[in-house]
């Protein structure tokens, strides 16, 4: 699949050949819908909790004697069936991370690519750099392109002005190569991959 090059000023930088193995399948929303779900599910805290009947503040002390009173026989006043008292299999503080094979995570990401080149929304970028932090250039540059919510994934590294000047704009994210992931692709409208990013991302799959 050949795809055109653009500069960030919006000339032409040439063209580049994509594989069909990555950007070329036909997307299946089951997969997307795995690895999404497995993405969401390991980044859930967890963290909710609630105090049994072991923890919560009460004297131990029977509430009253166990004959004569005609109502039920208590011995504690931290049960589950009083107000204020211990909740009974409550939530705890685990972890809802799944296991999923790599093999249907990296299809997953290839699926995702090729949803954006089949959709018209991949862009391919001859490089992401800036010789100033300046949000304003790189702000009207975006604004030329028409990208209004947009992830940019660059090579190894991501270049420092370029990140900077990306971090005020709202609705674009840039990631090094390593980075990239199915959800903060399929979220975005528009998909942008510089060249080195395209050579990392097909070595990485391969």
Excluded at 18 to 28: K, S, T, V, W
Excluded at 117 to 129: E, I
Aim: charged share 30%.
């Amino acid at each position: 699949m050949k795809v055109d090059v653009i500069k960030l000023d919006g000339g032409s930088a040439g063209s580049v050949d994509l594989g069909d193995e990555i950007f070329g399948l036909e997307p299946r929303a089951d997969i997307l819908h795995r690895v999404v779900r497995w993405q969401r599910n390991k980044a859930q805290q967890g963290t909710h909790k609630v105090k049994t009947r072991s923890e919560t503040s009460y004297s131990t002390k029977k509430i009253y004697r166990q004959k004569g009173t005609g109502g039920a026989r208590h011995g504690d006043r931290n049960a589950p069936i009083f107000r204020k008292g211990g909740i009974y299999k409550g939530p705890t503080p685990r972890s809802h991370a799944h296991d999923l094979p790599k093999k249907v995570r990296k299809l997953g990401l290839k699926h995702a690519l090729s949803s954006k080149a089949a959709t018209g929304n991949l862009v391919v970028l001859d490089a992401a750099s800036l010789d100033e932090a300046k949000t304003k250039v790189l702000a009207k540059q975006v604004k030329d392109r028409g990208w209004k919510r947009a992830l940019i994934i660059d090579g190894a590294e991501v270049n420092e002005n370029f990140a900077r000047a990306a971090a005020n704009i709202d609705g674009l994210d840039v990631l090094p190569s390593i980075g990239a992931n199915v959800m903060d692709i399929l979220k975005r409208d528009t998909l942008v991959i510089t060249k080195a990013g395209v050579e990392a991302l097909e070595a990485r799959l391969k």
